[in-house]
């Protein structure tokens, strides 16, 4: 069961962390993954992780802005996300997958709940 939190309301430039718990996750799913979904926008992949490899994917328009990390001891991945703009607002949440191929395209087994985050200008 993956549980999202840590979403809000934040002006432009401000930061929030986002935390999923991924309790449960089966040893095949390894990777995890930050969506995020805008009104009347589809659904779009913020950032993928490996688990076995390390391997970390940012989409081009949060580079350099948020970070995606984990605490394998308490079942945790987090994003913390910086300089925030009013463009990040949007639902969002975390999943875990097979691969971070399955991560890329979007196409993860198994979805959290999702956490609003809104950013005013």
């Known amino acids: 069961q993956l549980q999202a939190s840590g979403g809000g309301l934040v002006r432009a430039g401000g930061s929030l962390t986002l935390s999923c718990v991924t309790s449960g996750r089966a040893h095949d799913e390894d990777a995890i993954g930050w969506f995020r979904q805008a009104p009347g926008k589809e659904r779009e992949r913020v950032s993928c992780f490996s688990s076995s490899s390390g391997e970390v994917y940012y989409e081009d328009s949060v580079k350099g802005r948020f970070t995606i990390s984990t605490d394998n001891a308490k079942n945790t991945v987090y994003l913390q996300m910086d300089s925030l703009k009013p463009e990040d607002t949007a639902v969002y949440y975390c999943?875990?997958?097979?691969?971070?191929?399955?991560?890329?395209?979007?196409?993860?087994?198994?979805w959290g709940n999702g956490t609003q985050v809104t950013v005013s200008s």
């Open positions: 999943a875990v997958g097979f691969n971070l191929i399955a991560c890329l395209g979007t196409a993860m087994s198994r």
